[in-house]
T-cell receptor, first 116, second 111 residues
């Protein structure tokens, strides 16, 4: 079974530009979450999607947005990039059984975004 | 708001010794507590987790304890080996897949 796949792996953008990151979850997983990882702030929650619906959103400005498609693939978008957006963006998928409750989150390798 | 505090931020031990990492969470409704290990340049990987209806869980050299009253949980690694060297993150969540992470502990195991 293929793991969580994130594309691209590396990205360099200029301040003011926008960027779209993609995440393909493990087959059969319906829940996708996004996290920002920086040396100073650790792992911070961005969004959580389940069956194309955003269930939770972290404390990030409106420049950060996301969506999930019917095949559970997810994208996140950052508009008007700032230097401080430079980080490793990690996506995680979970099977989230219909019976509810929490299940293991499997992380992708991440997309390293550098804003110059 | 939701918060998870993790201590210590760095931990150095001799091979064979034990290592203990502690976390405290703020939301009393949290019911799922995973621990992730992240090696340099790699993705976080789950090493053990515990749910709020259990006080302790063990998997070979790794154990996690949970004290719901005090709202804290701990990771215990016994007989540490150099390959245990990594950054360890605790996390908490309640009923969804939103994880609130601690700030991480860099564990170094010296041969």
């Amino acid at each position: 079974k293929a793991g969580v796949t994130q594309t691209p792996r590396y990205l360099i953008k200029t301040r003011g530009q926008q960027v779209t990151l993609s995440c393909s979850p493990i087959s059969g997983h319906r829940s996708v979450s996004w996290y920002q990882q920086t040396p100073g702030q650790g792992l911070q929650f961005l969004f959580e999607y389940f069956s194309e619906t955003q269930r939770n959103k972290g404390n990030f400005p409106g420049r950060f947005s996301g969506r999930q498609f019917s095949n559970s693939r997810s994208e996140m978008n950052v508009s008007t990039l700032e230097l401080g957006d430079s980080a490793l963006y990690l996506c995680a998928s979970s099977p989230h059984p219909s019976s509810g409750g929490n299940t293991e989150a499997f992380f992708g390798q991440g997309t390293r975004l550098t804003v110059v | 708001g939701e918060n998870v505090e993790q201590h210590p931020s760095t931990l150095s031990v001799q091979e064979g010794d034990s290592a203990v990492i502690k976390c405290t969470y703020s939301d009393s409704a949290s019911n799922y507590f995973p621990w992730y290990k992240q090696e340099l340049g790699k993705r976080p990987q789950l090493i053990i987790d515990i749910r709020s209806n259990v006080g302790e869980k063990k998997d070979q050299r790794i154990a996690v304890t949970l004290n719901k009253t005090a709202k804290h949980f701990s990771l215990h690694i016994t007989e540490t080996q150099p390959e245990d060297s990594a950054v360890y993150f605790c996390a908490a969540s309640k009923d969804t897949d939103k994880l609130i992470f601690g700030t991480g502990t860099r564990l170094q195991v010296f041969p």
